[in-house]
């Protein structure tokens, strides 16, 4: 079924940006950035304003059991299944602003430019904000999309947990986002995903609009380390059980795995390290290390594995405790839609927009969504790729070029 085209779009892009300085307001962190971790109070208010701009925008919202928000505009033939834009509304402890925020917002800009412009789109398009990408609060990262997906069970990643034993499913509602729509089960006729780089390639080359053909494999894991506390002073080397030690052998084995790989730009990450007692004078006898390896290559991303697992065997041996796996996961984007990959990629030359394909380093939802739909991501630029940190900056000049790619694909989907 086809609907004719649509004429090309532009969006308004001072209304756009005017939108993501609004969300800049809201949980501050570190001067220029923000600390909006998922289901804290500042998340909940994003959320809530959120929600107004879609209701205000003729949208109608849904909310599922794990709290991703749906906002939904209707089609002509309503009965079709969506057309889909989505991203996250939530940070990381030292987040910038636009990382996830440009590509919520840039959705619904889509959504207020059609109306502005009378035009009704044959597919009904829906505006997604996903819960808890970032993993920042409650690990792994991606989870909320990835019970969409089927990966996760809705009732695993309610039960996750934070640094201070909160529930997930009880944090989301307390801030009154336990949504009573079920998690996944419903077709989607594409999902698109617009993100900051969060890497130097756009911004050194100057090009404003990335189409993303693929990302890395990652292998992420946490690991628990046994050991057992004695006094920091008499107790002798040879019978020492320090887990702190054995953690820290695990940061330096999983960045040494990067290093070795660094020549065909694989990725050793030391994450996060926690022990019990933590305190001088003695000898800690739990900890626990969260790393991952990641690699263009999927083959050598599970051999970067294989050496950390070797490394792990090592380190267990040389600091004389126990180490167990205690979660892991994996993804890749090895299944992103080639006709939407070509669609965004056509769009932009038909704009009269430059592009470059390249593929993703780091993890998005849209890695889970393309197991169930098909799926592509457009890149914008940040500048000199800083992300993950305060000082994360992109212009509305260099973003709307993408923001108006991703409104046309989208326009062009949902009229088929």
Known sequence: MNAPQLPA???????YWQSVERSA?????RPGGLARVALC?????????????????????TVDGVGNIFARRAGSDDSLPPVVIGSHLDTQVNGGRYDGIVGVLAGLEVVRTLNDLGLKTLRPIEVVSWTN????????PMIASGAFA??????????????????????????????????????????????????????????????VTHGYTAHGFIVEVKGETAH??????????????????????????????????????????????NKPGI????????????HEDPKVAAQMLREFDAAMAEAAKRSNTEMKV???????????????????????????????DLPSQAGHDAYFVARVAPTAMIFTPCTEGITHNNNEHATLERTVPGVNVLANAVVRRAQR
């Open 150 to 211: 089927g990966v996760y069970k809705p009732e695993w990643v309610l039960d996750r947990k934070d640094d201070e034993g909160k529930r997930l499913g009880d944090e989301l509602a307390r801030i009154g986002y336990a949504g009573p729509a079920p998690v996944g089960g419903r077709p989607l006729d594409a999902y698109f995903e617009l993100h900051i780089e969060q890497g130097p390639i756009l911004d050194a080359k100057g090009i404003d609009v990335g189409v």
């Open 41 to 61: 109070d500042a998340d909940k208010s994003m959320r809530d304003e959120f929600v107004a701009w879609c209701k205000a925008a003729g949208c109608s919202v």
């Open 326 to 356: 205690l979660e892991s996961w994996t993804w890749n984007a090895e299944l992103f839609d080639k006709e939407c990959i070509g669609l965004v990629r056509n769009t932009a030359r038909s704009l009269g927009i430059a592009s470059l």
């Open 283 to 294: 000898l800690s006898d739990w900890a626990q290390f969260t790393g991952d390896v990641r």
């Open 232 to 277: 920091s002073g008499p107790w002798p080397m040879d019978k020492r059980r320090n887990a702190l030690v054995g953690a820290s052998m695990l940061a330096v084995a999983v960045n040494d795995v990067g290093w070795k790989h660094h020549a065909t730009e694989g990725k050793g990450t030391a994450a996060r390290i926690v022990a019990w007692p």
């Open 9 to 15: 779009i532009s969006v308004d892009a001072r209304r």
């Open 133 to 140: 990408e970032e993993g920042a609060r409650f690990s792994p």
């Open 25 to 29: 307001e809201i949980g501050l962190g």
